[in-house]
């Protein structure tokens, strides 16, 4: 397995570096790494129908949920053949239901978030973290606010333009340490340095 | 001297007073040699040659005190005939030599002067000096068993100022140990105990609540009525024992019978140092001292039986001097007595406890049978005595302390965890639902408010610069990559762009690899008005299929499964003069921004995310890898129009409150813990 992974690399780095010989090369190099991962999401999803109908077989716990989804799958797959992925009644149908769950979700969401705003405190204590989370958090939803024209204020602007710098200064280190991450993880694979079970 | 004087030797190096028997010093380890010194032997303490061992057994033959006069006036002539002068001796002064003696010199006469005089000088020796090591031993013995009876004693005073100890109250120390591990029990008992049984009640057992808590202990095997069996074996083994004991009392005594997990004290406890061990009589470990106590159910044939446990340990009971030995053993053992420590269990206390409740309605019957019993338990043992399974050593308590303990937590946790579900975190959710319920209701009830007139952001006002150059007939690819969660927010930002180039005559190429997003991007879809006919593209692969159509060709041999399923193929992108992503997930930007786009350095790339992504997507545009994207609420007029200003201020708000609230409970929480910090101390 490292094996195939690191001539994979290997032969993807050149197909990428001599362009526009291997770009053909890469082009099938690319099917096959989508057909493999095609087949890889059929394997996962009849094995999660058949975890759920031998739990509907043996009557276990919480089967009835296990039914709604065999149902829902079904039904889906079902219209989805027959009537295409294309069909405007079959996509508002889907949407219809979707749409409003998953929105009740990031509400949810929401009351979660607030909730934890309160129990951060109580929680963690008084550290710099949670100070320092705490006052960002409260100056920055006190600039969203929109109550004060901080605009027609050049001082005032230059120091809110300086503060707001401060989350995209945090986002590029974490850019560039996920980068480092990835480049390492590449070279280790290339390099075969991978442990098989990780 | 005293008589004791004169029974002790003096060591000449160090000045010991040593046993008259002993060879060596105990201090120094002086040889004394003193009892066995001979006459013209030098006693320089070293040990003797064998020539000297010879010439003391001559000199026995030679000493005048040891021969008689007729001998010694023909010593010279002995020595040339010794057998026929020998032979003489024998026949004519038999009478007055000592045996020993007499020994002594047949074995010279017989041994020749060469060497066998010296084999026998040799093995005097070794018996000599096994004889010595036994006396040292003996007496070193003695001087540590002095040491370890000083120790106990002290140990002993010690532990019994402990036991003594009785709080104002008149209530002993251990009985208020074992009210400290079952307060609740306790407080019950409390409110039983009469006046009256309280001064009563005493630290030490009454013979009926011994009786009682051996009925308890034993069971139903445990039958004081029935004819005793130790008083017959007793008697049948021990005729003395029988003659001590009146008939009343033997007449009364139960069988007691050793059920089979009879010892409460476990195995792995013998270990423990003579000290702690019982020395009761009843304890089955003082029934032979080399022995392992008799366990019922053992078919050891050597090991006694159970009567004959039994047998024994009445005789220990009622003659515990007959296994002790002297009166030095007898006087031993009581010291043993009052200095073992014996702690009642839990179980006990609380029988005892229960007992007390139980003794008000006790009948006359009963307390005739109580004095009955009264009278067997005074044979059994007398105030110090103890029954084995009424007694817990110190260690066995720990143990059940720690099994107590053990056991009291199973099923708490352990891990303080961060938060605990209670009533008041629920009240606390449900009123902050209920506060953002009544903002967002209030701000839609009063309407959207003023428009806001925040200036357009910077990546906004580039999106806006880099769409409106575009010219009728190019061609905008239109990457759809977001969830139905954020489709309200996408959307809201999406909608306008897209119409407005739609008025520009800028065409349009809908593109997604997540299937949710063919019925979602139906949204986003130019109005029929416009005059486009545009439908939503499935890309297999996600974001291999878009490196497929955007970096390979096609192969000599024709088409790949990816480039039949989307129209054009690997020119996905050839003729295209944009590319807008619109995605709530910077992840995809940042690999599209990545991966796709050096392909193609000359196509300008827009994004449309939300605000949560507008931190990760900034350092792209001031790169100038994203030649603008809208994020958030970004401004201008376009969206300052669509924006609810009042909505947004209340949600602010309330995050706001919240977070203040947070810090303002933290804070009284703190201060609470102070005081109470103050108040203990």
Known sequence: MVVIAAVSGILFLAALFFQPITSSYLNVVLNWAIVLTAITLLVAISNLVITHLRYIAVGRRGFLFSLVFIATFAATFVFGILRGSDDTQYLRWIKAIQLPLETALLGLLALVMMSAAIKIFRVRGWSILTVSFGLSALLFLFLNLGFFPIAQNSTLFVVVTALQKLPVVGARGLLIGAALGAVIAALRVLFGQVVENE | ?681
Not at chain 2, 200 to 216: C, G, H, K, P, V
Not at chain 2, 356 to 384: F, N, Y
Not at chain 2, 523 to 540: D, N, Q, R
Not at chain 2, 638 to 664: E, T
């Open chain 2, 1 to 681: 001297m005293s008589e004791l004087a004169d029974q002790l030797r003096t060591c000449p190096n160090c000045g010991q007073q040593n046993a008259m028997h002993s060879l060596k010093c105990i201090r120094c380890g002086e040889v004394l040699e003193d009892l066995f010194a001979f006459d013209d032997i030098d006693t320089d303490g070293e040990e003797p040659t064998p020539e000297s061992i010879s010439d003391v057994l001559a000199s026995l033959n030679e000493n005048i005190l040891l021969t008689d006069q007729t001998e010694s006036e023909s010593s010279e002539t002995a020595e040339d005939q010794p057998n026929g002068g020998d032979e003489e001796r024998r026949s004519g002064d038999a009478s007055q030599t000592p045996g020993w003696l007499e020994r002594v010199r047949e074995r010279t006469r017989e041994e020749d002067s060469s060497g066998e005089m010296v084999k026998g000088g040799q093995a005097m020796d070794k018996h000599r000096s096994a004889g010595e090591r036994s006396q040292v031993d003996q007496a070193f013995d003695e001087v540590i068993q002095r040491i370890r009876e000083q120790s106990e004693k002290e140990r002993k005073k010690t532990r019994k100022m402990e036991t003594d100890l009785v709080d104002e109250n008149g209530v002993p120390e251990w009985l208020r140990r074992i009210r400290e591990l079952h307060p609740a029990h306790e407080q019950d008992t409390e409110q039983v105990l009469t006046s009256s049984q309280e001064e009563s009640f005493d630290d030490e057992w009454t013979d009926e609540e011994l009786q009682e808590l051996l009925r308890r202990e034993i069971g139903d095997e445990y039958n004081p009525g029935e004819q005793p069996v130790y008083n017959n074996l007793t008697s049948s083994d021990n005729p003395e024992i029988a003659d001590d004991q009146s008939e009343e009392e033997s007449g009364f005594l139960p069988i007691y019978e050793i059920p089979e997990d009879f010892h409460n004290i476990p195995d792995d406890d013998f270990d423990e140092p003579d000290n702690t061990k019982p020395t009761k009589p009843g304890n089955p470990e003082l029934l032979d001292k080399d022995e392992d106590p008799p366990e019922a159910g053992n078919k050891d044939p050597n090991i006694e039986t159970e009567s004959q446990a039994g047998v024994e340990i009445q005789h220990l009971i009622d003659n515990p001097t007959d296994f002790e030995g002297g009166e030095s053993e007898k006087h031993e053992e009581e010291e043993n007595k009052e200095e073992f420590s014996i702690i009642e269990s839990d179980t006990i206390g609380e029988e005892l406890e229960e007992q007390e409740g139980e003794l008000p309605v006790e009948t006359e019957e009963s307390e005739q049978a109580g004095d009955r019993d009264k009278k067997i338990l005074k044979s059994l043992s007398t105030e110090e005595e103890v029954v084995p399974d009424l007694l817990l050593l110190r260690d066995q308590r720990d143990r059940a302390q720690v099994l107590t303990n053990i056991i009291e937590q199973e099923g708490h946790r352990t891990i303080p965890v961060l938060h605990e579900k209670n009533r008041q975190s629920k009240l606390g959710r449900l009123i902050l639902a209920l506060l953002l319920l009544a903002g967002v209701i209030i701000s839609l009830v009063l309407g959207p408010g003023d428009n806001l007139h925040l200036p357009l952001s910077l990546p906004a006002a580039a999106l806006q610069e880099k769409t409106a150059k575009l010219q009728s007939g190019e061609v905008v690819l239109v990457v759809l990559d977001y969830q139905a969660a954020t489709s309200s927010e996408i959307e809201e930002l999406a909608k306008p762009v897209i119409d407005a180039l739609s008025y520009q005559g800028v065409s349009f190429r809908f593109v997604t690899s997540q299937p949710v997003d063919l019925w979602l991007g139906e949204e986003l879809l130019p109005s029929k008005e416009a005059g486009l006919a545009v439908k939503i593209e499935f890309i297999p692969g996600g974001l291999l299929g878009y490196l497929t159509l955007t970096a390979g060709t096609s192969p000599v041999w024709g088409m790949t499964p990816i480039e039949r399923v989307v129209s054009g193929g690997t020119k996905l992108l050839d003729e295209t003069s944009l590319v807008m992503i619109i995605s709530d997930s910077p992840d995809f930007v940042r690999n599209w921004l990545e991966q796709i786009s050096p392909w193609h350095p000359d196509l300008p790339t827009l994004a449309i995310s939300t605000s949560l992504s507008e931190a990760m997507i900034l350092p792209y545009f001031e790169s100038g890898q994203l030649s603008g994207f809208l994020a958030g609420h970004p401004g201008g007029e376009g969206q300052n129009q669509q924006a609810n200003q009042r909505a947004w201020q209340v949600g602010m708000l309330i995050m706001m409150v919240v977070l203040i609230l947070g810090m303002i409970t933290k804070a009284e929480a703190d201060a609470a813990e102070k005081d109470e910090g103050h108040n203990h101390a």
